[in-house]
């Protein structure tokens, strides 16, 4: 589970190489009795486990494979991962030797010797791609990840963008897109006389495709999905992965403004505009930039007007649930920019910390921070921490020309403006050994002193490398030396800027700050800026479940068996949510992409606690913001406890008790689990009873009439003490599963508005439910109903304006004063709409399908058929 010597490695660290970075034989028909392999021990396809073991037996297609742990199992080839590399060394040699090739034939040897040495011992970690490409294979791609040109607003154009997509994620490089190109939700498409599902729609698309691609045998795709502040469908976007289903595989990040931020800060209203698609140069010049869009003259269509602080709390409360969507405040990440005068950023790659350009690619690997602690003085080895960055940038500079490009737009961008980006690992490792914590005042001044410094190096590399080879052609000194980062660059280190002056510049960035999760993980030291997660953990991936013990820690506890570890052995838990970002902050300075870093916080973290901590984000001129809150997701990566440790906490003590049981006693824990539950059913008994409005015999009310994308709904709402108390909702055929669905929802706003007490929580109610969208909707303007709950809330609305005009608030105490809407039918029923299919096969209500989910299964020649995939439950 960590480095030992530079030609072995242990457990984990091991698996992740073998599995991730060493060169592979694809042909596992090459198998060979003797040889090291990764075998599958588990075939799940949620928490698959692989092992390393030797093959001691082969017999056709039948393997016997002897693990590490001596164990010996019967598998086949096909579930094998053969390898041709089995140490680093090898590894090594074979990076050294491929990024050396693109140098001048006399310089080739020399070039090779200094990459080697900087490789030596993960002293300088290459970015996944890289590793498990250069020299390996004139097919992969060895950039991380890619952002490609919104997708043009059309159905030609987003097939082209899922083309696009596919062919990179194929190739082992993750993706991100903006989704701003695309016209909102119901706006008009003329081509085809109808209205469009939106960008969230489409976003789900490129979700499931990113699903179903597996990435040369041992990853899946990785996507990012951005929508700019000023998108109609904003608001669905942010809440769109609380409805399950709809995208799943991709990380969402809203690209919020600095006006949008003022806005917030001032509680001013915030407009959602679209351009005006009916404009003659939509089709050829529209492609997502709102500005260039309004700078050429062209209208915008408003369609509708928000409060920015409403639209915010809905971002955090939703970051708060489930640490999404991310924040990026791209306008100030573009004033930061280099690249702010001829490319400006329009998104991020799938883990945030490199905002790119349309085609642009993130070029990535990490210096091992950790290999530069000088023991004998306790300080940072600068001079070789100075030599290891410079050597780097020309690494990374040399991949650009060494990777194949499978996109001419992809070679040209990249090659137009050389972006590199070098990044770390290891820094709480360093600060550990340092004696320094992590997130305190004295580290704050250490970060900016040690990513100061590297800077620095890195940056005057690039420009002797411009003296040597060339500045990237984009270059233009003064507009360069303009950006927000340069400007404080040459403020601190006016070396810089008389270099970039005389000399150019090779790189239109230089620093990155990714997460190096597996790198590091192989390697054995923290990842990125990351404290460490816990001192031992568990680790789910798709190798198995792991139990990671950190070696600085274990080291500390072994020279101290019977002290405790000292205060700065600081794990991400430890840390106040604030030190996170403060932490990000510091380093942010310094780095002229982004960062990838993600703020802990614990489970009891509040929404208005999470508000302030992104708001602090922006005011400390982080480009973005992204919170963990414990156990806000159902899965994660990192645990702190074993599978079958105890996972009841803070449950109960009777689920505690119940969880202990043995078979031997179980009678007798019957017998304390039924005690425990009397006495909680006599304690919680007289509360309910006090909270709970128990039904009369008899009540009345309104029964209201709309028409949904399920067919006619028929919703009664009844009153007791003049506020309504239960809803009856009647949709579908009895037996169909809308009808099943919609007396559910009656039953549980039925149970919401009958315990507690009156007051705001009809509204409450409306507030929920109001909006939420299906497949379809029915009608337009104000008489659009979206879905069967919106239905319940436009009729729950309607009764709650009748009981108010009656003034039934006024006199609560009184009944007799109210007069119930008794048999009274409100008729909104929606004028007729091409889009639902169910109408031209003359029947008045759908069902769910069970293939695709949409609502358009319908009886026609006595069969169920689905009008929108074909489905037929008699085929």
Same mark, same amino acid.
């Given at each position: 589970?960590?480095?030992?010597?530079? &030609?072995?490695?242990?457990?984990?660290?091991?698996?992740?190489?073998?599995?991730?970075?060493?060169?592979?034989?694809?042909?596992?028909?090459? %198998?060979?009795?003797?040889?090291?392999?990764?075998?599958?021990?588990?075939?799940?396809?949620?928490?698959?486990?692989?092992?390393?073991?030797?093959?001691?037996?082969?017999?056709?297609?039948?393997?016997?494979?002897?693990?590490?742990?001596?164990?010996?199992?019967?598998?086949?080839?096909?579930?094998?991962?053969?390898?041709?590399?089995?140490?680093?060394?090898?590894?090594?040699?074979?990076?050294?030797?491929?990024? #050396?090739?693109?140098?001048?034939?006399?310089?080739?040897?020399?070039?090779?010797?200094?990459?080697?040495?900087?490789?030596?011992?993960?002293?300088?970690?290459?970015?996944?791609?890289?590793?498990?490409?250069?020299?390996?294979?004139?097919?992969?791609?060895?950039?991380?990840?890619?952002?490609?040109?919104?997708?043009?607003?059309?159905?030609?154009?987003?097939?082209?963008?899922?083309?696009?997509?596919?062919?990179?994620?194929?190739?082992?490089?993750?993706?991100?897109?903006?989704?701003?190109?695309?016209?909102?939700?119901?706006? =008009?498409?003329?081509?085809?006389?109808?209205?469009?599902?939106?960008?969230?729609?489409?976003?789900?698309?490129?979700?499931? %495709?990113?699903?179903?691609?597996?990435?040369?045998?041992?990853?899946?795709?990785?996507?990012?999905?951005?929508?700019?502040?000023?998108?109609?469908?904003?608001?669905?976007?942010?809440?769109?992965?609380?409805?399950?289903? *709809?995208?799943?595989?991709?990380?969402?990040?809203?690209?919020?403004?600095?006006?949008?931020?003022?806005?917030?800060?001032?509680?001013?209203?915030?407009?959602?505009?679209?351009?005006?698609?009916?404009?003659?140069?939509?089709?050829?010049?529209?492609?997502?930039?709102?500005?260039?869009?309004?700078?050429?003259?062209?209208?915008?269509?408003?369609?509708?007007?928000?409060?920015?602080?409403?639209?915010?709390?809905?971002?955090?409360?939703?970051?708060?649930?489930?640490?999404?969507?991310?924040?990026?405040?791209?306008?100030?990440?573009?004033?930061?920019?280099?690249?702010?005068?001829? &490319? /400006?950023?329009?998104?991020?790659?799938?883990?945030?910390?490199?905002?790119?350009?349309?085609?642009?690619?993130?070029?990535?690997?990490?210096?091992?921070?950790?290999?530069?602690?000088?023991? *004998?003085?306790?300080?940072?080895?600068?001079?070789?921490?100075?030599?290891?960055?410079?050597?780097?940038?020309?690494?990374?500079?040399?991949?650009?020309?060494?990777?194949?490009?499978?996109?001419?737009?992809?070679?040209?961008?990249?090659?137009?403006?050389?972006?590199?980006?070098?990044?770390?690992?290891?820094?709480?490792?360093?600060?550990?050994?340092?004696?320094?914590?992590?997130?305190?005042?004295?580290?704050?001044?250490?970060?900016?002193?040690?990513?100061?410094?590297? #800077?620095?190096?890195?940056?005057?590399?690039?420009?002797?490398? #411009?003296?040597?080879?060339?500045?990237?052609?984009?270059?233009?000194?003064?507009?360069?030396?303009?950006?927000?980062?340069?400007?404080?660059?040459?403020?601190?280190?006016?070396?810089?800027?008389?270099?970039?002056?005389? &000399?150019?510049?090779?790189?239109?960035?230089?620093? %990155?700050? #990714?997460?190096?999760?597996?790198?590091?993980?192989?390697?054995? @030291?923290?990842?990125?800026?990351?404290?460490?997660?816990?001192?031992?953990?568990?680790?789910?991936?798709?190798?198995?479940?792991?139990?990671?013990?950190? /070696?600085?820690?274990?080291?500390?506890?072994?020279?101290?068996?019977?002290?405790?570890?000292?205060?700065?052995?600081?794990?991400?838990?430890?840390?106040?949510?604030?030190?996170?970002?403060?932490?990000?902050?510091? =380093?942010?300075?310094?780095?002229?992409?982004?960062?990838?870093?993600?703020? &802990?916080?614990?489970?009891?973290?509040?929404?208005?606690?999470?508000?302030?901590?992104?708001?602090?984000?922006?005011?400390?001129?982080?480009?973005?913001?992204?919170?963990?809150?414990?156990?806000?997701?159902?899965?994660?990566?990192?645990?702190?406890?074993?599978?079958?440790?105890?996972?009841?906490?803070?449950?109960?003590?009777?689920?505690?008790?119940?969880?202990?049981? %043995?078979?031997?006693?179980?009678?007798?824990?019957?017998?304390?689990?039924?005690?425990?539950?009397?006495?909680?059913?006599?304690?919680?008994?007289?509360?309910?009873?006090?909270?709970?409005?128990?039904?009369?015999?008899?009540?009345?009310?309104?029964?209201?009439?709309?028409?949904?994308?399920?067919?006619?709904?028929?919703?009664?709402?009844?009153?007791?003490?003049?506020? /309504?108390?239960?809803?009856?909702?009647?949709?579908?055929?009895?037996?169909?599963?809308?009808?099943?669905?919609?007396?559910?929802?009656?039953?549980?706003?039925?149970?919401?508005?009958?315990?507690?007490?009156?007051?705001?929580?009809?509204?409450?109610?409306?507030?929920?439910?109001?909006?939420?969208?299906?497949?379809?909707?029915?009608?337009?303007?104000?008489?659009?109903?979206?879905?069967?709950?919106?239905?319940?809330?436009?009729?729950?609305?309607?009764?709650?304006?009748?009981?108010?005009?009656?003034?039934?608030?006024?006199?609560?105490?009184?009944?007799?004063?109210?007069?119930?809407?008794?048999?009274? @039918?409100?008729?909104?029923?929606?004028?007729?709409?091409?889009?639902?299919?169910?109408?031209?096969?003359?029947?008045?209500?759908?069902?769910?399908?069970?293939?695709?989910?949409?609502?358009?299964?319908?009886?026609?020649?006595?069969?169920?058929?689905?009008?929108?995939?074909?489905?037929?439950?008699?085929?």
């Amino acid at each position: 589970m960590k480095t030992m010597q530079s &030609n072995r490695l242990e457990g984990l660290s091991e698996k992740i190489f073998l599995d991730r970075y060493a060169m592979k034989d694809a042909d596992t028909n090459n %198998t060979k009795v003797g040889d090291y392999v990764l075998v599958l021990t588990k075939d799940d396809p949620k928490f698959p486990a692989k092992e390393v073991g030797e093959v001691i037996e082969r017999n056709g297609k039948n393997v016997k494979v002897k693990l590490r742990s001596g164990d010996v199992i019967d598998s086949d080839i096909h579930k094998l991962t053969l390898t041709v590399e089995k140490t680093p060394d090898e590894l090594w040699d074979r990076l050294a030797k491929a990024m #050396a090739s693109v140098e001048a034939p006399e310089k080739q040897q020399e070039w090779q010797e200094k990459f080697r040495y900087i490789l030596d011992d993960w002293k300088l970690v290459p970015g996944g791609r890289i590793a498990a490409g250069a020299g390996a294979s004139d097919e992969l791609t060895l950039f991380n990840c890619y952002v490609i040109p919104s997708p043009h607003d059309s159905r030609g154009g987003i097939m082209e963008t899922l083309s696009e997509m596919t062919e990179i994620m194929s190739r082992g490089g993750g993706v991100g897109i903006n989704l701003s190109s695309l016209r909102p939700r119901r706006a =008009i498409v003329r081509g085809v006389n109808g209205t469009s599902s939106g960008a969230v729609s489409w976003g789900g698309l490129f979700s499931y %495709t990113t699903g179903l691609i597996e990435q040369g045998g041992s990853r899946r795709g990785a996507l990012m999905l951005m929508i700019n502040d000023w998108h109609p469908d904003l608001m669905r976007f942010i809440t769109v992965k609380q409805t399950a289903g *709809e995208i799943t595989n991709a990380n969402l990040s809203v690209c919020v403004s600095n006006d949008f931020m003022k806005a917030v800060k001032e509680d001013l209203d915030w407009d959602l505009v679209f351009p005006d698609t009916s404009d003659p140069d939509y089709n050829d010049q529209w492609n997502g930039d709102l500005k260039a869009w309004k700078e050429l003259g062209k209208d915008v269509i408003h369609y509708d007007t928000v409060r920015a602080r409403d639209v915010w709390h809905t971002i955090i409360e939703s970051a708060w649930k489930s640490a999404e969507p991310g924040v990026v405040f791209m306008e100030y990440y573009n004033d930061m920019s280099n690249s702010w005068y001829f &490319n /400006p950023i329009i998104c991020t790659n799938p883990c945030g910390e490199q905002g790119l350009p349309a085609w642009g690619v993130c070029n990535l690997s990490a210096i091992n921070l950790s290999k530069f602690y000088d023991e *004998e003085n306790h300080d940072v080895n600068w001079d070789e921490l100075a030599k290891t960055v410079r050597y780097s940038v020309r690494f990374l500079d040399n991949v650009i020309d060494k990777t194949p490009y499978h996109f001419e737009e992809n070679q040209k961008n990249q090659q137009a403006e050389r972006r590199v980006g070098l990044g770390s690992m290891g820094l709480a490792e360093l600060l550990i050994r340092l004696n320094i914590r992590y997130g305190s005042p004295e580290s704050l001044e250490f970060l900016d002193k040690l990513y100061g410094f590297m #800077a620095r190096e890195a940056y005057l590399s690039s420009s002797e490398i #411009a003296a040597e080879k060339g500045s990237f052609k984009q270059f233009d000194a003064e507009k360069f030396l303009q950006s927000g980062f340069m400007k404080n660059m040459v403020s601190e280190f006016p070396e810089v800027g008389e270099s970039v002056r005389e &000399n150019g510049m090779r790189n239109v960035t230089v620093i %990155t700050q #990714a997460p190096t999760g597996s790198t590091g993980t192989m390697v054995g @030291t923290s990842t990125g800026i990351e404290p460490y997660f816990a001192f031992e953990f568990y680790r789910q991936s798709r190798l198995g479940f792991d139990k990671q013990l950190v /070696p600085i820690a274990q080291e500390w506890k072994d020279a101290h068996p019977d002290a405790e570890l000292p205060d700065y052995f600081v794990t991400a838990m430890d840390l106040k949510a604030e030190d996170h970002i403060r932490v990000q902050a510091a =380093i942010q300075r310094w780095v002229d992409s982004s960062i990838s870093k993600t703020a &802990n916080c614990p489970s009891d973290f509040t929404v208005e606690e999470t508000k302030a901590l992104y708001e602090l984000a922006f005011d400390l001129g982080c480009k973005g913001v992204t919170i963990y809150r414990d156990g806000s997701r159902d899965t994660q990566v990192l645990h702190t406890k074993g599978k079958d440790e105890d996972k009841t906490d803070n449950k109960g003590e009777a689920v505690k008790a119940e969880a202990a049981a %043995t078979k031997e006693d179980s009678a007798k824990m019957e017998k304390i689990s039924t005690a425990l539950k009397v006495d909680i059913d006599k304690k919680t008994e007289n509360i309910f009873d006090k909270q709970y409005k128990r039904r009369p015999q008899v009540l009345s009310g309104a029964t209201y009439k709309f028409n949904t994308p399920f067919g006619m709904a028929y919703i009664t709402i009844n009153d007791l003490d003049g506020h /309504p108390s239960e809803i009856f909702l009647n949709v579908g055929k009895a037996g169909s599963d809308v009808f099943a669905m919609s007396e559910a929802l009656g039953r549980v706003c039925s149970l919401f508005l009958r315990y507690g007490e009156h007051g705001q929580k009809e509204r409450l109610l409306i507030k929920h439910l109001k909006g939420i969208g299906g497949s379809g909707g029915i009608g337009f303007g104000p008489n659009r109903v979206e879905s069967i709950a919106d239905a319940v809330a436009k009729s729950l609305e309607l009764h709650m304006d009748h009981i108010e005009e009656q003034g039934a608030y006024a006199t609560s105490n009184d009944s007799s004063s109210y007069t119930a809407p008794v048999a009274e @039918t409100a008729a909104i029923e929606a004028q007729p709409h091409q889009h639902d299919s169910h109408e031209s096969y003359g029947v008045s209500s759908t069902d769910l399908c069970p293939s695709c989910g949409s609502a358009s299964l319908v009886n026609t020649e006595g069969c169920k058929t689905c009008t929108s995939c074909g489905y037929s439950k008699c085929s």
